[in-house]
């Protein structure tokens, strides 16, 4: 082929992918068994966005479940935009980490089972995000940070595209979640037919490192009767488990470990992004309530087996499903990517450890603390 | 079944990109082209063939810098940031120059550091004007995994560097060379490439595969790491849009053997 040949190869190839994406449209909304399928394309755009990352009342920190103090359903207008954050996820080890709105592990999204959610991501890895300053109430989650800030971030620069995969969604990924480029911004929508506890990660290639360099949260979908335990429950929380594969490396920081993530072995195990976290902010409760715990084993390659030390879980809901009772149950065993919904009597007062029973997972840091005060009698 | 060509389009840019006279070749950027022997690799995008041979070719062995664009666009009004169509270039076009045809006092615009901010358009356009094109896809993998493919430790050493940039634009040569010559193949400069959306739907290859979450693995030939880093590269590159530029998408230029006698002389 000579160069006047594949020039014009090149140049007709970028016609038609101009005309086709223009003309790619939306087959329409439909519903079936109650649920709503077909949502409009999503839109990938340029914007001058410099407000706050993280927007939308139901969005927290975890191990925080924001209230759902709506009845029926709403549509959630979301943003949790992806970009780069130097963190620390156990003493001395700090890393450029890949976020979603500047915390390992992202935002909790909370919706009810039937709402729709309008998302949208800024992809502003080639940014210096503050996310320490949040400039008004955009969302509990900025406040909750600024004011926490566990993982002591600082805003840092790694360009990449980055794409962001919902598994509560029911959609066309090659269109939702694909991948957008840095200074790019995606909307679309979809709407949380199922209730469950589920995992949002980017699902750009190599998956593997996205996912290992933190770019994973939960959204819970709660179902749209409720649980049929959701009056007997006393405390929520939620914990998200996730292996880390990092090596130390320049200027003090540690890095992504290719070799170790391709074998699995894992450099840290940690609940909610830090080795400390639950031991020096410890779940509290007291002698005599039941704790519910929305856990999320985000992987991106391990599996969990979780267990509170001294509790039995009373009921456990598979996945976060209602319909999928357990009752009784030592450990959940959860592979990357799922999730449950356990809950338990806290029996007296004292210390309880929430672990991976998996100990070789546990000594690399998955495990925490919930802290029993005195039985309360009014 | 694909829409008609929109003719007013394609007319646009045919008037664009053409009557670009060939250029003096040596004094844009030609003259240190680096001869790239023919041969065949195994490409870690397989459609149809993982084994794609490529054609001898030259090579620049550095991206193209801001002194080098700002020569273009002194010679070539229609690509002054002021006077670009919207079609061609956002408004993120050149902007970290301080005008037209001033490259300003901000950082990334230094002279010797390669040019950022620049549309696919711009881009081809700069290496027409040179006497060449931009390097296809092939070319570009071709030359990259150089050194690298089969090399998962070398590969390693690349991926931690991705999760650790210390991120900052440095002169275009100064990285080492790669064993065909060449630099920067690796750095935080991407490059465009003349068929950058080559395996993404709608394209002329057909192929109903994105690169998405699910799809990569087909496309893999292999599941070594030095596969998955040169994957890596094309991702990047694929998820961009062809008026688009960002501060870290630049490009260098290629040529066929036979336009070196205007002007690229071989130093291998």
Redesign the interface.
């Known amino acids: 082929m000579t160069h006047t040949q594949r020039h014009a190869r090149g140049t007709l190839a970028l016609i038609l992918a101009f005309v086709l994406g223009a003309s790619a449209s939306a087959e329409g909304e439909y519903e079936l068994d109650g649920m709503i399928f077909g949502m409009p394309p999503a839109q990938v755009f340029q914007e001058d966005y410099t407000g706050p990352p993280v927007v939308g009342d139901t969005l927290t920190l975890l191990p925080e479940i924001a209230a759902l103090d709506y009845e029926g359903n709403v549509t959630h207008e979301v943003r949790i935009d992806t970009f780069v954050q130097e963190i620390e996820i156990a003493p001395g080890v700090r890393y450029n980490a890949w976020t979603y709105g500047g915390s390992v592990p992202g935002p909790v999204l909370h919706v009810r089972e039937g709402d729709r959610i309008i998302y949208r991501m800024a992809n502003r890895t080639n940014e210096e995000v503050v996310i320490t300053e949040p400039t008004d109430a955009s969302s509990p989650f900025m406040q909750q940070l600024a004011t926490s800030n566990y993982q002591h971030a600082e805003p840092a620069i790694a360009p990449m595209p980055h794409s962001m995969d919902f598994h509560a969604g029911t959609v066309a990924a090659n269109d939702k979640w694909r991948s957008i480029a840095p200074g790019e911004t995606i909307e679309f929508e979809w709407v949380a037919n199922y209730p469950g506890v589920y995992i949002y990660h980017c699902g750009t290639p190599m998956v593997l490192m996205h996912v290992a360099m933190g770019q994973y949260g939960v959204v819970v979908v709660s179902p749209r009767d409720g649980f049929p335990t959701d009056d007997r429950v006393d405390r929520e929380f939620v914990v998200v488990q996730s292996d880390f594969y990092l090596s130390s490396g320049a200027g003090g920081l540690h890095q992504f470990d290719a070799v170790a993530a391709f074998d699995k072995r894992a450099s840290q195990v940690l609940f909610n992004g830090h080795r400390n976290i639950l031991s020096d902010q410890p779940l509290e409760a007291n002698a005599g309530e039941r704790v519910r715990i929305y856990f999320l084993n985000a992987g991106p390659s391990l599996t969990s087996t979780f267990h509170v030390i001294g509790a039995i879980f009373d009921t456990v809901y598979f996945e976060g499903s209602p319909e999928n009772v357990q009752r009784g149950v030592q450990s959940v065993l959860l592979g990357a990517g799922m999730g449950a919904v356990v809950e338990f009597i806290v029996p007296e007062e004292g210390e309880y450890y929430l672990v991976d029973h998996e100990f070789a997972d546990k000594e690399k840091g998955a495990v925490g603390v919930l802290r029993a005060g005195p039985r309360q009698t009014n | 079944m ?2 008609a ?2 003719i007013a ?2 007319s646009l ?2 008037g664009l ?1 053409a009557g670009l006279a060939p250029a003096a070749a040596a004094e844009r950027g030609g003259s240190q082209a680096v001869a790239i022997p023919g041969g065949t690799f195994e490409t870690v995008l397989v459609i149809d063939e993982p084994q794609v041979e490529v054609e001898p070719f030259l090579l620049a062995p550095t991206q193209v810098t801001n002194a080098e664009f700002l020569a273009f666009v002194e010679d070539q009004p229609q690509w002054r940031r002021s006077r670009v169509p919207s079609l061609f270039a ?3 076009y050149l902007r970290h120059w301080g005008d037209d045809t001033d490259l300003g006092d901000v950082p990334a615009a230094a002279p010797d550091l390669p040019v950022t901010n620049v549309s ?1 358009f711009a881009a ?1 356009s700069y290496c ?1 004007w040179a006497g ?3 390097p ?1 896809e092939h070319e570009w993998e071709y030359v990259a995994a150089q050194g690298v493919r089969g090399d ?1 430790a070398v ?2 050493q690349h ?9 900052s634009l440095r002169p275009v040569g100064q990285a080492p060379a790669n064993p065909f010559g060449i630099h920067d193949l690796h750095g ?1 400069v991407l490059e465009w490439v ?2 950058y ?2 395996v ?6 057909g192929s109903p595969f ?7 693995a087909r496309l893999l030939a292999g599941n070594t ?1 030095s596969d ?1 880093l040169s ?2 590269r094309h ?2 590159r694929m ?4 008026a ?1 530029g ?3 998408l630049g490009f260098r230029c290629a040529w ?1 053997v ?2 070196a006698r205007v002007g690229p002389t071989t130093r291998r």
């Open positions: 694909r829409p060509l929109p389009l394609a840019i045919a990109l956002t408004t993120t696919w081809a027409t060449g094109r931009l296809t998962d590969a390693a991926f931690a560097w991705y999760s650790n940039p210390h991120a935080m003349e068929d959306q080559r993404l739907p709608g394209t002329d290859d994105g690169l998405a979450c699910g799809a990569a790491l998955q994957l890596m991702v990047v998820n961009f849009s062809a688009t960002t501060g870290t066929d036979a336009d």
